[in-house]
């Protein structure tokens, strides 16, 4: 059974700095791994994604330059570096897995695991 559990949201002020975790459990597969948020009132939307083998990563436009995506293959573990933090980068903030796929690795729908989620707050 595949499993995510994130970790490292919270609260900071803009301009700031945050890395977020996510701990991935039974996953065996190609494919890709990725970051997702959502605001209130908002759709989700694909922040960062790379390919389990590595070798590439894709970024919204709103955060190319500010947010970096990696990987602990050691650990199974996937990160999320956020840097120079906007107020409009509030959401909660979800990691996620899918098994192989050829569609857009920003798209949720390809998705096929979720973590619960963790909270930003970028205060002004």
């Known amino acids: 059974q595949v499993q995510l559990v994130e970790s490292g949201g919270g609260s900071v002020q803009a301009g700031g700095s945050l890395i977020l975790s996510c701990v991935v459990s039974?996953?065996?597969?190609?494919?890709?791994w990725g970051w997702f948020r959502q605001a209130p009132g908002k759709e989700r939307e694909g922040v960062a994604s790379?390919?389990?083998?590595?070798?590439?990563?894709f970024y919204a436009d709103s955060v190319k330059g500010r947010f970096t995506i990696s990987r602990d293959n050691a650990k199974n573990t996937m990160y999320l570096q956020m840097n120079s933090l906007k107020p409009d980068d509030t959401a909660m903030y979800y990691c996620?897995?899918?098994?192989?796929?050829?569609?857009?690795?920003?798209?949720?729908?390809?998705?096929?695991?979720w973590g619960q989620g963790t909270q930003v707050t970028v205060s002004s």
């Open positions: 996620a897995a899918r098994r192989g796929g050829t569609g857009w690795p920003l798209s949720q729908s390809e998705y096929d695991y």
């Open positions: 039974g996953y065996t597969h190609s494919g890709c």
């Open positions: 790379m390919y389990t083998d590595g070798h590439y990563t």
